[in-house]
Nanobody
Framework: QVQLVESGGGLVQDGGSLRLSCAAS????????MGWFRQAPGKEREIVAA??????YYADSVKGRFTVSRDNAKNTVYLQMNSLKPVDTAVYYC??????????????????WGQGTQVTVSS
């Protein structure tokens, strides 16, 4: 059984930083794609960042502030979030696919999802 477990969310002030982690178990995704999505109240789920062997992808809204990385030995993906803004407030979800040839910015191609972790940025 595949599980993705996120951690690291919380409350932070405008301009602060948080580091999210997503630990996968049940199968390895070292040769696949792992992504971070977020969903704010009343809004659709949107891509934040993704990583696969060929490189990384970032939404325009987080470029230069967020960094996605992975530790294949630990089967874990991270999202370092700096210069956080109130508009970044959302539930953040980890997603994974064993494939690399997917549309990384779309939610549908990902096969596995975590339960989500809340990130709240106060002004």
């Amino acid at each position: 059984q595949v599980q993705l477990v996120e951690s690291g969310g919380g409350l932070v002030q405008d301009g602060g930083s948080l580091r999210l982690s997503c630990a996968a178990s049940g199968r390895t995704f070292s040769s696949g794609t792992m992504g971070w999505f977020r969903q704010a109240p009343g809004k659709e789920r949107e891509i934040v960042a993704a990583i696969r062997w060929s490189g990384t992808y970032y939404a325009d809204s987080v470029k230069g502030r967020f960094t996605v990385s992975r530790d294949n030995a630990k089967n874990t993906v991270y999202l370092q979030m700096n210069s956080l803004k109130p508009v970044d407030t959302a539930v953040y979800y980890c997603a994974a696919s064993p494939r690399v040839r997917i549309a990384v910015s779309e939610a549908a191609p990902y096969d596995y999802w975590g339960q989500g972790t809340q990130v709240t940025v106060s002004s």
